[in-house]
């Protein structure tokens, strides 16, 4: 999704899972950071969303739990001057499991 104004790319997600060169993992976080640097200095938007799956059945692969989400990933990304915060697929999922309630204090 890319949102716009009649000048410019405001913002866009990009997605960070069932995407392997951009997939978290526990051991190897410099894959979505690497990525990260990348999408945001290629593309044009001003502020960019890190657009993740919520809960791991949602998703063929590469959850990134809660946690890891708040002590690894955020931190990673967040002094970026793109971060523009996190999209969650799908609302459904995320009405069931809190996912959003759990990470909020942290985007």
Same mark, same amino acid.
């Given at each position: ?54 809960? +791991? ?7 990134? +739990? ?42």
């Amino acid at each position: 999704m890319i949102l716009r104004d009649t000048s410019k790319v405001i913002a866009s997600e990009v997605q960070f899972y069932n995407n392997p060169p951009c997939q978290y993992s526990q051991t190897a976080l410099s894959n979505l950071e690497d990525a990260w640097k990348q999408w945001t200095s290629s593309i044009s938007a001003t502020k960019i969303l890190l657009r993740l799956p919520t809960p +791991p059945q949602a998703t063929g692969s590469r959850f990134i +739990p809660t946690s890891d989400l708040s002590s690894s990933v955020l931190p990673a990304i967040k002094g970026s001057s793109k971060y523009g915060g996190v999209m969650l697929w799908s609302k459904y999922y995320d009405d069931l499991d809190g996912y959003s309630s759990s990470i909020k204090s942290h985007v």
